[in-house]
């Protein structure tokens, strides 16, 4: 398991991945907590916090007489559902207004609770997003993902954490779009590279209020660039 995260991250996720395949099906009670601990080789604790996480997130309840059991649609399974492709922008934008929702707060959290481990995981990325994008001339989409997921991780807060992993399939859909025309120029490459680069800088230097802002800037020009994207888009397929 990773010392960069919780152990009560780690195991909310494997957790949901096991739901997800079908492991414990929906309706299913899951093992106790003294099972889970046995299964996972920890404490209690963790256990305890990693089921309030995925409770938090509607995923698993509790019922009378105790128990945690599947819900019988998980969060992320709803999510799946939702159709982003190259012919519906509409959701893109949708996923736009929650990024500004959600990521802004995470930088500023984030600028106050990093630990130094992932300040060091948020450069480490940085520096492969400059290697694929800026240097290779690639999209850099899975850095980018990766990215923006280490801030949240470094949050703490675990119901951000859990959002940001519902969120990931859709990201990568929307990212798949989105970068795309970035492979063509080296300016915009290295601007979108900038951006990152400035909120890290914010967050080093803990400074919430600029990490907020920087991360709001990165993401209000990431729109624009969809606006454009879009507006190319409606007049090849007229």
Do not use: W
Request: net charge neutral.
């Amino acid at each position: 398991m990773s010392k960069k995260e919780k152990i009560s991250q780690i195991i909310s996720r494997e957790l949901l991945q096991l739901i997800e395949e079908g492991k414990y099906p929906p309706g299913t009670k899951l093992p106790t907590e003294m099972e889970l601990a046995a299964q996972f080789g920890v404490s209690r604790v963790p256990i305890r916090e990693a089921l309030s996480v995925l409770r938090a997130s509607g995923v698993i309840s509790s019922k009378q007489g105790g128990g945690s059991y599947v819900e019988e649609a998980t969060s992320k399974a709803l999510l799946q559902g939702i159709k982003i492709e190259s012919e519906d922008m509409e959701n893109i934008k949708f996923l736009f207004e929650m990024r500004k929702a959600l990521e802004p707060e995470s930088a500023f959290l984030a600028a106050i609770r990093r630990t130094p481990e992932q300040l060091e995981r948020m450069k480490e990325i940085l520096h492969r997003l400059e290697k694929e994008s800026v240097a290779e001339g690639k999209s850099g989409m899975q850095a980018d993902i990766e990215f923006h997921r280490s801030i949240v991780m470094a949050t703490h807060n675990p119901i951000m954490i859990q959002t940001i992993e519902n969120l990931s399939i859709l990201y990568e859909k929307a990212l798949k779009i989105t970068l795309q025309p970035n492979t063509e120029l080296e300016h915009k490459r290295r601007s979108v590279y900038r951006e990152h680069q400035r909120i890290v800088e914010a967050i080093e230097l803990e400074e919430p209020e600029l990490a907020r802002v920087q991360c709001l800037i990165h993401l209000r020009n990431a729109e624009k660039k969809l606006g454009l994207f879009i507006k190319n888009f409606v007049v090849e397929t007229d």
